[in-house]
């Protein structure tokens, strides 16, 4: 099958060696083909330079036109968006700025209220000891008479008893109370 393949392109070559080929050499270098030549190069070059300059050229100017705009309208979105971004961060950041002092300002107020209920009720605990501590002193001082009154009746009592059992007379009591309460008051002068 080789041998096939390569006879028939000898022939094929030989073939067009003598269909194309000239006997006076290559038609190019001939003068007399010059003015044909020139003419379809010049017609040919028009036809593509148009074709060229009239077809592809406004598409790729186009297209090149497209994308430049295309990028500058992408770095100028890609600037507002940043823009956006830093102004969002500035407003981001005094918002946190102002919730720190907003805490700040109700935690101070909340320890101001606190102090000032903790104050109040500190005076009003202070002022109802000193209400019931008075109560008291008042209660002692009366339980202080009322004992002394009971004292001064019994010591009365006990000393017309003493009297009647040592003299075995009857005394008056109001002589003998009158003696036991100088002598109370006396003595009790001396320790209030």
């Known amino acids: 099958m080789k041998s096939f393949y390569f006879a028939f392109c000898i022939a094929l ?31 040919i070059f028009s036809i593509l330079y148009i074709v060229i300059w009239k077809i592809f050229l406004p598409k790729i100017t186009d297209s090149i036109e497209n994308r430049k705009s295309k990028v500058v309208n992408d770095l100028n979105e890609a600037n507002k968006l940043k823009e956006t971004a830093e102004n969002k961060l500035k407003e981001y950041n005094l918002i946190i700025e102002q919730s720190k002092k907003d805490a700040k300002k109700i935690f101070q107020d909340s320890k101001k209220e606190l102090d000032q209920n903790i ?57 003998v109370s009158a003696i036991v309460n100088e002598v109370s008051k006396k003595k009790l002068g001396n320790t209030i």
């Open 13 to 43: 070559t030989v073939y067009a060696t003598q269909s194309f080929g000239a006997e006076a050499g290559m038609p190019q270098l001939n003068p007399e083909f010059w003015a044909a030549q020139i003419f379809w190069l010049l017609l």
């Open 119 to 175: 104050e109040k009720k500190r005076s009003k605990f202070n002022e109802e000891i000193e209400k019931e501590i008075e109560i008291v002193e008042k209660e002692i001082i009366k339980l202080k008479h009322s004992s002394l009154e009971s004292v001064s009746k019994i010591a009365t009592e006990t000393s017309v008893e003493l009297i009647k059992q040592i003299i075995d007379t009857e005394v008056n009591n109001s002589n």
